[in-house]
T-cell receptor
């Protein structure tokens, strides 16, 4: 079956512009995560959606970052007024709701802010 | 104290040796544990999951879990250069939300 799909795969934007990154999780997966990974660094947790519960936004680095998940499926991560330090790979992952379910990752969006 | 801790490495082993990767976690109520492998420039991929104390073997990989010591490890037997990657330990928290927490990863280098 289809895996986690992210688009675009690459995005180059100018400093100060807004960007939207999209994630389409595996069908039936109610949990969805966004991570950021800078070159040579570990996974930085951004936000976690679980079903109809309020999202865990504890990892969002600033109020320029926001995310939505519509209809319990597709999610959009928005970065407003991008800065050069926002350049990174943004990874989306999804899983079933149960606590013993592993995450399945998308291929990521590589964001470059010039 | 970080919720999930790993030695960042790099861990260097010769080809054919056993590589031992370790992970400790702080949430005593955690029940599900995973090991992911991440090649440079790629996304993490699941290689092992473990839920009960003891060992779980899958090919050249063995995951070991000790809940009393809050310790989970991954052994790679007969290490190959193709095993060179970063290995991420992930633990499901015991809270209602069950968020998965990742360690920072250990870089493994297998030298021919």
């Amino acid at each position: 079956g289809a895996g986690v799909s992210q688009s675009p795969s690459n995005k180059v934007t100018e400093k100060g512009k807004d960007v939207e990154l999209r994630c389409d999780p595996i069908s039936g997966h109610t949990a969805l995560y966004w991570y950021r990974q800078s070159l040579g660094q570990g996974l930085e947790f951004l936000i976690y959606f679980q079903g109809n519960s309020a999202p865990d936004k504890s990892g969002l680095p600033s109020d320029r970052f926001s995310a939505e998940r519509t209809g319990g499926s597709v999610s959009t991560l928005t970065i407003q007024r991008t800065q050069q330090e926002d350049s990174a790979v943004y990874l989306c992952a999804s899983s079933f709701a149960s606590g013993d379910s592993p995450l399945h990752f998308g291929n990521g969006t590589r964001l470059t802010v010039t | 104290q970080k919720e999930v801790e790993q030695n960042s490495g790099p861990l260097s082993v010769p080809e054919g040796a056993i590589a031992s990767l370790n992970c400790t976690y702080s949430d005593r109520g955690s029940q599900s544990f995973f090991w992911y492998r991440q090649y440079s420039g790629k996304s993490p991929e699941l290689i092992m999951s473990i839920y009960s104390n003891g060992d779980k073997e899958d090919g050249r990989f063995t995951a070991q879990l000790n809940k009393a010591s809050q310790y989970v490890s991954l052994l790679i037997r007969d290490s190959q250069p193709s095993d060179s990657a970063t290995y991420l330990c992930a633990v499901h928290g015991s809270s209602n939300t069950g968020k998965l927490i990742f360690g920072q990863g250990t870089t493994l280098q297998v030298k021919p």
